[in-house]
């Protein structure tokens, strides 16, 4: 069940009741239950075109950079085997052959973090005791002396009760407070849904086909008490509350119930405020700017990425053969860094 698909929980805007001429507003709970729905609908809109606007932005960029960044991911990877063919001969040293691994793990991670590509393959072969001790570090103090005691009532095996343990050792305290406040929302959903029934039992009064005469009329609500029906059964809150208001304030829903179902589009109102903020500003944001600014930074980025890609085929051609592979080493030393 999703109670929170801002594409498809609520009504389009021209889908709310439109009162006629000299029509009762309705209460007060009835005007701030169709405020709340205009409000989440206006969100929803935005979010569409902001979406929109930053897909069409990630296309133009990707039509312009998207080569360069394929010709990078494809010199990296090509380093890969050169390298790993050199730490099966006799050939380096000890601390050549760290040098070595420490090449691998690095190039490895520059195509995770750069460029999304998929290498935990690669680091897991070549840096395991790194990534537990890396993982050690964050461990919570006070955990790493807590000690594993099985519980007797638990429905639990010890060994998938271990495991648990394990994984909530691992979590930061950022991920805690998360799980705290999703469970906090979980529950709050869970009390709205208690009035799901109640809801459901105001729609079938008002849409009930046995009540109309006129066949249209009847074919009508008998495909709407469908809808009605099959969100009761899937628990589906929002679809009930789409469905309440296209009936409009004359449904006479309970004031007390349509200020809870107000409180949750409120809730919603929040999220997709969220959704646009992290769209806007987060890790996962694409400025949709097509100004002079913008096009100077792509030609910058499309010659960095260029000249990578040569150095990096002109590194590959060196590490063919051991010594240069050594020269190779020998820079990146000199220089203080792992990987080129």
Known sequence: MNLHNPTTDLPAANSLPTL??????????????????????????????????????????????????????????ALFAPLEDALLLPYFSRKEERQITEFIVGNARS?????????????????????????????????????????PDSDLPPHEQAAAHARARRKTKAQKAQETAEKAAREEQQKLLSNTKTLYRQLARTHHPDLERDP????????????????????????????????????????????????????????????????????????????????IELRELKRHLRAEAEYLEHICRLIQEPEGLR???????ASGHETV
């Open 20 to 77: 006629a001429s000299g029509e009762a507003v309705g209460t007060p709970a009835q005007q701030a239950f169709r405020e709340a729905v205009q409000q989440v609908e206006s969100l929803r809109q935005r979010l569409r075109d902001l979406q929109a606007e930053q897909a069409d932005a990630r296309r133009r960029y990707w039509q312009q950079v998207g080569p360069g960044a394929r010709a990078v991911v494809e010199a990296r990877r």
């Open 111 to 151: 195509l995770h973090n750069r460029f999304g590509e998929d290498t935990s393959d690669i680091v897991l072969k070549y840096a395991p005791s790194r990534r537990a001790a890396a993982e050690a570090e964050t461990a919570p103090t006070e955990e790493k002396t807590t000690a594993f005691v099985p519980d």
């Open 216 to 295: 249209a009329t009847q074919a009508h609500k008998t495909a709407l008490m469908q809808r009605i029906t099959e969100a009761y059964e899937a628990n589906d809150l929002y679809t009930l509350l789409q469905l309440l208001s296209e009936s409009g304030p004359t449904a006479g829903a309970d004031d007390d119930v349509l200020t809870r179902y107000t409180q949750a589009l409120h809730q919603q109102q929040l999220e997709l405020k969220q959704q646009l903020n992290e769209l806007k500003y987060g890790d996962n944001g694409f400025s949709g700017n097509s100004g002079k600014k913008r096009e």
């Open 327 to 333: 020269e190779v080493l020998r820079e990146l030393a």
